[in-house]
């Protein structure tokens, strides 16, 4: 085992690795913004099922207004099963279909890893996976449970990323991937991901129940706006939710990056300070050479032949695109390292930092040598960490290959296919990268301004020998770097990216926001300058070589403008379809940003789509003109350009095939895109080749047969010239912008609007569930000052009533008192139930009779006595009011029933009669001489009978 550990540094600061103070804030950050959306999450849910649940009992149970509450209780029990349905979904996490594998099958692994974890502070994985991606990772075992018990942490090793490491790097990746394990706050982040599972399916997810909102709100009138209330409803909970979690992902990823830096300097305090640094340098290298290694075994299963070994086809890619870039380093150790050297450069602009989860490569190499600690680097592969590499190999490539019938290639045959994949004449190092990634002819209207020159007095030999100088790759890497710093300043005025430091120093000049348009304009103005130059030596390029054509064989020169004419147009249309495609997307995204697509919204859609339709047809249509020489009709392996297209049978979009159209649009446009791409490619490399052929005649005297029949481009087809693409729309509409929150100030105003509609629907609802009506009567002939807890609530006049709400869950103090303050009554009554309808009738002063307003032919109903109660409930239509003189009903009568007191017509005798006991005739003849105004008609008689009452 010690010959194949690396030594690590030695005096590590104990310090190193604490967690900082801005760390330690962070993670409480986190864990208070996760409390609040599961505090937010479970009192909306806890308070709607509760809500549902206590109406519909007492709807059962026989309250006034059954229908309203009953309405009520379904909308909530709705909102509930709305809000709750999110935890069911919560998937669980921790399955891998990667290769798993284990201590007695791998035991130098398991050793190595064992130690560095002992070493780390770490606990060990719980399970070991080999992944066929260049990655290394902690992931968990997780459930809904592990927002209650820890989860396991189990390790990925990504092979690809092995196969670039030495064992120095990959010590490093895996000790950072062990200063996870160690980090108590990486609980925070199984907290997060099982959070925004819930909160994905409450805010993005639709399904039936959305699909029941959306019936509902197209059904009848009378019913529909029952919808348009849910969904709103539905809709601000979405937008609160939404809010609160973005407040959620914030904090996390301000965590994360925080956690980034930690987990580094647990490997630089294990490895020291370089050899993490390595290995990120090497990881875009390894993760773009792997991507090819898997185009580059697909074409060969596709052939029928199933590669050799990809791990040698990503070392090999990865020595050949150095080559090509003509960068040593290119997927190597750098040559130079050190304390003072710095491998990532630290742009003046980047993207906002607060939604990455890893800090930038430049900051983290900045935190790792801040404390720079220097250890003996082991140059070895790292596959030496296995004990049989290339049986791990071989399962890897299996497994990601899987079961497919081909012919198994050796590794000499991979290689060589692989090989003449990239031995193109455009990769070739004499031309200093001009061809690479660059469009030659877009620039140019008419393919003759491609060629048109004016070569000077001299040997036609010595201009072709001066082409391709080394200004020209010094050019092509200063015209990168200007339309990077360019994009920068775009960004930064655009508002997309912000200031690396606090402020924006902009060659070596420190510059204000105001002064960005100048500095955008001066490095334009350079892009002009030096793709002038560039452009000037392509025209040199292709006049020169047309010069030397003519001198050997008119045919030969036809034969190159035949390529040069065949280039421009193949490089136009693919240009014009994509940016057709381009535009569908940008519409695409901008019209469903809300999550619907409006009238006006698919009206422009349907605009857009057909605009790229009309590009596809013209190109359809302008393939027939084209002429392929036999050398491109060999490689292409068609005989015309519209054989490699293809038919088209594609409609054009309309409302009724939209979905469709959409759903199959990317195929037709990957079908197009393909054979045109293929031909800008051949036909670069059929020129360079040719032109070659050509120098290569009148230098060296070799050979050259009599020119092919030359290729045709059409007549007439579109250009599409650099600069005068589609305009794309950079911003959504305000509407659209409020809808998803995009900025402060409309997430500002979305936030407002969702909170007033939850509040008030919370508001509504509690007023329903939490207080209980109550009709007050006052069968006096003064009026009565009713208050409730000290606070009046209502001054009645005589044989009079008022409607009020009771709260629940306190025992209220009712009073009543005369005009003049004098104290006629204070009781607590006994609240029995939600929503019963209590009825105080002030001090028993009227009888209380239920009767019923019959209508139509309805029978008729005798009237039901009931004394003269202080307190009570009761179960009627109306209260203390008169019945409407007509009802609407379906059948042939109906029935209305009514709660009233006597009105001052009644004599004292009625009064009395009404009721059924002696003793609540007492009761009522004493408080009617007690309370009745002394003007009253009847006062006197209530008088006498009081008399009669003591003697």
Partial sequence: ??????????DVPPTLIQATSQYKRNAWLAVLSLLLFVALYLALTGWFAWVAYSTLSEVAAGIDDPLLHGLLGCCAAFLAIFMLKAVFFVQKGGDSKDLEIKAADHPQVFAFLNRLADEAGAPRPHRVFLSPRVNASVFYDLSILNLLFPSRKNLEIGLPLVNCLTLSELKAVLAHEFGHFAQRSMAIGTWVYIAQQIAGHVIAKRDALDKFLAGLSHFDLRVAWIGWLLSLIVWSIRSLMDTVFSGVVLAQRALSRQMEFQADLVAVSLTGSDELIHALHKLQAADDAWERSVQFANRMLAEQKKPAD??????????????????????????????????????????????????????????????????????????????????????????????????PSSLEETLARLDADYARTRYETRYRGAYLGRMMTRHAQDPAELYQDTLSQGSLLEALQALYPRQLGIDLQQLNELNEELALLEGLQAGVLKTSGKQLTFRGRTIRRRELPGAIDKVKADITRINGRILAHDRRCRATHLAAAEQVSPAWRDYLIGLIQLQHYAEHSLANLEDANGLLANVVAVVTADGKVSARELKRLLKTANELHEVMVDIYQSARGVVLSPALQQHMEVE??????????????????????????????????????????????????????????????????????????????????????????????????????????????????????????????????????????????????????????????PYAAHHAELALGTA??????????????????????????????????????????????????????????????????????????????????????????????????????????????AAMIQAHARWDSAAAPGTPTWQRLAAQLQH
Wanted: proline fraction near 7%.
């Fill in 310 to 407: 990809l791990f040698a086809v990503q070392t090999r890619i990865i020595e050949r695109l150095g080559e090509i870039l003509d960068k040593p380093d290119y997927g190597r150790m750098p040559r130079n390292s050190g304390k003072e050297q710095r491998i990532f450069k630290n742009l003046f602009a980047q993207p906002p930092q607060m939604w990455s989860t890893h800090p930038a490569n430049a900051d983290r190499e900045q935190n790792a040598k801040q404390h720079y600690l220097a250890a003996p680097h082991d140059s070895r592969s790292a596959w030496l960490l296995f004990d049989d590499p290339q049986a791990v190999r071989q399962r890897i490539n299996e497994h990601l290959m899987g079961h497919v019938e081909a012919s």
């Fill in 640 to 797: 015309t350009l519209s054989e490699a297209l293809g038919e088209f049978t594609l409609p054009e979009a309309d409302k009724s095939n939209i979905n469709d159209w959409m759903n199959a649009i990317n195929g037709w446009v990957a079908s197009m895109t393909a054979p045109l791409s293929a031909l800008c490619g051949i036909c670069l490399e059929e020129l360079l080749r040719t032109e070659q052929q050509i120098a290569r005649h009148l230098s060296e005297g070799l050979p050259l047969d009599a020119a092919p029949s030359p290729s045709r481009a059409p007549q007439k087809y579109t250009r599409l010239l650099t600069g005068t693409e589609r305009k794309r729309q950079k911003k959504l509409g305000l509407w659209d912008r409020f809808q998803i929150a995009d900025g402060w100030l409309p997430a500002t105003a979305r936030l407002v609007v969702a909170v007033t509609i939850v509040g008030s629907v919370l508001g509504f609802s509690s007023m329903r569930t939490l207080s209980t009506p109550v009709s007050i009567y006052n069968g006096f002939s003064q009026a009565m000052q009713v208050s409730l807890d000290g606070t009046p609530v209502a001054t009645i006049a």
């Fill in 812 to 921: 209220p103090r009712i009073e009543a008192h005369t005009l003049d303050g004098t104290l006629v009554e204070q009781f607590e009554p006994v609240l029995e139930g939600r929503r019963k309808h209590y009825i105080y009738n002030i001090a028993s002063g009227s009888p209380l009779i239920e009767w019923y307003a019959v209508y139509g032919n309805y029978a008729e109903r005798e009237p039901v006595r009931l004394d003269a109660p202080r307190w009570s409930t009761a179960h009627t239509d109306i209260y203390f009011d008169k019945p409407p003189a007509s009802v609407s009903t379906k059948g042939s009568g109906a029935v209305r029933s009514v709660l009233s007191g006597v009105g001052p017509e009644t004599s004292p005798e009625q009064m009395l009669s009404i009721l059924r006991s002696d003793q609540a005739r």
């Fill in 1 to 10: 085992m010690e010959d194949i550990y690396p030594s690590g540094p030695t």
